[in-house]
């Protein structure tokens, strides 16, 4: 099979905002081309490829580094059903974080918590005293499974959604209760006090919703925000939780509930509009939240511009949404800027097979894989307000030719020939650049948004990030590419990869040139 050679650089800072890329008077600046500058695997995994870097980053779902480049977190998932049955070993208990210092990528430290004490916070504020006043094990014996991390920067706390609480809302979402299976458990949002890179500890927990991933701090008041892309079973299905973790707040948990089907997956903060957005699951909106009072500010219908999207397309390229199928979102960024929002849309598809309750039938046939990023000016101040724009990553390969990211690998092109299946995403506006990480096309693609609004958007650069580990044959080539972070000051990239079906876990670090 064939991949991308990768292009490497020195293990130096190759950037700085000096050298940042910024549209002025009018003249709008491409996004900058960018290079690996290294990529990081687990232990257990390398192999002594010269081009690799052994560190613990154990299938990582993400990273979030700091708003200065001193430092970076990975947040690992990797957990005890890793590796074969009966057969765990060290590197199988591994979900938690790791500090790495920023440039050398040096440790500075580790932090498993899947045996690890979480105290919980009850809706009154105090410590639970329950369960040995720690979150009792997942439910039915999952691991903790960590998804989602966002650092506040000024209070020195990483937040992080771990999957398998072992708890759950009561159907009032007034009481905190015991999980016995995973179609009604909880998420947990983990607070770290990070104060000390070489030492990390865990503060608290505070519950969320049910199938929560993605973490949002307002740096504004530092509330943290989380939604439940799947409905918990709750007297509200769909609802954002917001954290408020001051000290003189008595009641830390407030929900922003959501009508209908509207849960939010991606979520991201505004402060300069003291704003929070949030793309829905299958809900086919975007909504933006008022972070002085926790409300609704208002929403934006996405499905009428992607339609026009389609029949603006030229004959060969057009197709037709199935009665019953939907836009399947998932990850949002915010260009804290412009005052702009993008989602990915992942999926098209219907809801059942997004939410995976079909029959056994169902496959991946079922739906267009999602190669497009959904913008939206949430500047209220602009001429655009609202305005909708789809951006195309379909790298040559249109949905009537290539349906779905099966069809896309069968072609036996190496991933950066592939179109980008939408899945994590980040804004650079200084460098005018949005990276979107392709989950099952095991790539990444490098996006040109100009601060005109007016200006058209590109996709400038694909490249290769999953990578097979030697010696190893796959049941199927479908790679795992998740999280994308961007560290504003250098531009910096950290793209996350989950590996399995013989794929490394991996972090690529990418530079800006």
């Known amino acids: 099979m064939k991949h991308q050679a990768y292009v490497r650089i020195p293990k130096v800072l190759l950037s700085t905002m000096a050298a940042a890329l910024i549209s002025f008077a009018g003249v709008t600046s491409a996004a900058p081309t960018y290079t690996i500058s290294d990529v990081l695997v687990p232990p257990d995994q390398y192999s002594g490829e010269p081009d690799l870097t052994p560190a613990p980053v154990w299938k990582p779902h993400e990273t979030d580094a700091a708003a200065a480049p001193t430092y970076w977190i990975s947040s690992n998932e990797r957990g005890a059903e890793e590796g074969p049955p009966g057969q765990q070993t060290q590197f199988s208990n591994k979900a938690g974080i790791t500090i790495f210092q920023y440039g050398t990528n040096a440790v500075l430290s580790t932090l498993d918590i899947e045996d690890a004490c979480i105290p919980v916070v009850e809706p009154d504020g105090t410590l639970m005293k329950r369960f040995g006043g720690c979150a009792p094990p997942g439910a039915e014996g999952h691991p903790r499974h960590p998804h989602g991390l966002d650092i506040d ?103 922003i509930d959501l009508p209908g089907n509207q849960c939010v997956q991606g979520v991201w903060a505004d402060p300069g509009l003291n704003t929070v957005n949030g793309t829905t699951h299958v809900g086919e909106r975007m909504y933006t939240f008022n972070s002085a009072n926790d409300t609704v500010a208002y929403f934006v219908n996405l499905r009428p511009a992607f339609e026009a999207y389609i029949a603006g397309l030229p004959p060969s390229q057009r197709f037709t949404i199935p009665a019953g199928w939907v836009l399947h979102m998932h990850d949002l960024t915010t ?165 399995e079906n013989c794929f490394y876990e991996s972090v690529t670090i990418l530079q800006p040139n």
């Open 153 to 255: 920067d000024a209070n020195k706390i990483a937040w992080q959604v771990i999957e398998h609480s072992g708890l759950k809302w009561n159907r009032t979402r007034t009481a905190i209760q015991r999980a016995n299976n995973t179609d009604e458990e909880s998420g947990l949002l983990v607070a770290y006090d990070i104060s000390d890179l070489t030492n990390p500890k865990i503060l608290r927990g505070y519950l969320t919703g049910h199938a929560a991933e993605e973490p949002a701090v307002q740096p504004a008041n530092h509330k943290v925000y989380v939604g439940n892309h799947e409905p918990s079973p709750t007297n509200v299905p769909c609802f954002v939780s917001v954290i408020d973790p001051g000290p003189s707040v008595a009641r830390p948990y407030k929900f």
């Open 335 to 499: 260009d804290r800027v412009n005052h702009r929002a993008y989602q990915t849309l992942h999926t098209i598809a219907s809801a059942e097979h997004v939410a995976g309750e079909e029959d056994a039938e169902s496959t991946s046939e079922d739906e267009f894989t999602g190669r497009w990023v959904m913008e939206v000016d949430t500047n209220p101040a602009s001429p655009t307000f609202k305005a909708v724009r789809v951006i195309d990553l379909s790298n040559g390969q249109s949905v009537p030719a290539v349906p779905t990211h099966g069809d896309a690998i069968e072609t036996g092109l190496p991933f950066n020939q592939l179109f980008v299946h939408a899945h994590f995403l980040h804004v650079d506006p200084a460098r005018n650049a949005l990276l979107v990480s392709g989950e099952h096309t095991g790539n990444l693609g490098v996006v040109n948004v100009p601060t005109n609004w007016n200006a058209p958007r590109t996709l400038q650069q694909v490249l290769s990030i999953s990578r097979l580990i030697p010696n190893c044959t796959p049941e199927e080539r479908e790679p795992h590419v998740h999280g994308v972070n961007i560290q504003g000051t250098s531009g910096t990239a950290y793209v996350s990869d989950e590996g």
